[in-house]
């Protein structure tokens, strides 16, 4: 009997320790936090440069005018959904000319202000293009040569594809006209109207300073 009275209260104690050892605060590290990879977004200011090729038939002469183009652009995208619409402008140099007999026609600088609107599918834009341009024209007739500073218009599109959060990369063609014009020289009229087709290539650096913030989510 005390036997059996013994071994009872060494159960009863037994199970009151287990259950204080329990109630005890833990000394366990609680998990590290992790936060989520930042989301991408086009939004933002962003500065970039491109290189790329010059072709175009100026009326009323039929000849061609080639050259290789490049400079630098700047501009700002806005992202809802995937929707993106947005602002640039670029200044670029040029070796654009052509000519024939005593005629020639030399564009070495040129520049837009231009919208953009296009689709995003993550990191890939499909964008449309199209605003104002301008371009320094200087036409030699025979060792005269007369300077000009034409406006007109450009119209493109292109695809763009960002490397990860800042970096992006893109391809774009685009038509631009400066209209008609007339020069004369030694009293002669002389009709000119300067087009020019481009394609490109170009990369761009997106701040993330300008960037919208990301969520917010709770640590525990």
């Keep these: 009997m005390?036997?059996?009275?013994?071994?009872?209260?060494v159960i009863v104690f037994g199970a009151m320790g287990t259950a204080s050892a329990a109630d005890l605060p833990s000394t366990k590290a609680p998990p590290a936090y992790i936060p989520p990879p930042p989301l991408f977004t086009w939004t933002g200011v962003y500065v970039g440069g491109q290189i790329g090729y010059m072709w175009g038939n100026p009326s009323p002469y039929g000849y061609t005018e080639r050259g290789?183009?490049?400079?630098?652009?700047?501009?700002?995208?806005?992202?809802?959904?995937?929707?993106?619409?947005?602002?640039?402008?670029?200044?670029?140099?040029?070796?654009?000319?052509?000519?024939?007999?005593?005629?020639?026609?030399?564009?070495?600088?040129?520049?837009?202000?231009?919208?953009?609107?296009?689709?995003?599918?993550?990191?890939?834009?499909?964008?449309?293009?199209?605003?104002?341009?301008?371009?320094?024209?200087?036409?030699?007739?025979?060792?005269?040569?007369?300077?000009?500073?034409?406006?007109?218009?450009?119209i493109g599109g292109g695809v763009e594809y960002a490397l990860d959060n800042n970096w992006s990369v893109r391809a774009e063609y685009r038509y631009t006209d400066y209209g008609t014009y007339y020069d004369f020289p030694a009293g002669v009229a002389a009709y000119n109207h300067d087009n020019d087709n481009r394609v490109q290539i170009g990369f761009s650096y997106k701040f993330d300073m300008f960037a919208p913030p990301g969520p917010v989510v709770a640590k525990y």
């Design 2 to 9: 005390l036997r059996k009275i013994l071994m009872s209260t």
């Design 68 to 154: 290789v183009v490049g400079g630098a652009h700047a501009g700002y995208n806005y992202q809802v959904g995937q929707f993106v619409a947005g602002l640039e402008g670029d200044v670029n140099g040029s070796s654009y000319n052509g000519g024939f007999g005593g005629y020639s026609t030399n564009e070495n600088i040129d520049g837009s202000i231009r919208g953009r609107i296009g689709m995003a599918w993550d990191r890939l834009l499909l964008y449309a293009t199209g605003g104002a341009a301008f371009a320094g024209i200087t036409n030699d007739y025979l060792g005269t040569s007369i300077s000009h500073t034409r406006v007109g218009w450009t």
